[in-house]
């Protein structure tokens, strides 16, 4: 019985990621893409882990290559989201007024 390498079982599992991804992002209703952001943040933190492992387990340099490129785009999507968040947090809170000076009407 012949098995697959695990690099051809890694490149599967990263194609099928993309497209699970894919249709789970293009789902989402607007309304509920904030307080999903969140969570989003900290899948791909386990993405980080899961990525480190993967480029630490691996024999090949093509391997550790991909590996070390999904810990890169992970760190840069847990970033991004970071701040795509708290800029759409900001969209919610109340503005102050500014006071009115002396002497100006109201």
């Known amino acids: 019985m012949e098995f697959v390498s695990p690099t051809v079982t890694n490149l599967i599992i990263f194609v099928l ?6 249709h789970v ?4 209703t607007p309304a509920l893409h904030t307080p999903l952001m969140a969570v989003t943040n ?20 093509s391997a550790k290559t991909f590996g070390v ?3 890169a ?3 840069v999507n847990v970033f991004g989201g ?5 800029r759409m947090l900001e969209m919610f809170k109340k503005k102050d007024k500014p006071a009115a000076k002396k ?3 109201k």
């Open 25 to 28: 992002v293009w789902t989402v």
């Open 73 to 75: 785009l992970a760190a």
């Open 103 to 105: 002497g100006e009407a």
């Open 82 to 86: 970071f701040l795509v968040t708290r």
């Open 42 to 61: 900290a899948i791909s933190a386990i993405v980080i882990v899961g990525a480190m492992l993967a480029a630490a387990l691996t024999e090949g340099a």
């Open 69 to 71: 490129l999904a810990v």
């Open 17 to 22: 990621a993309i497209y699970v991804g894919y």
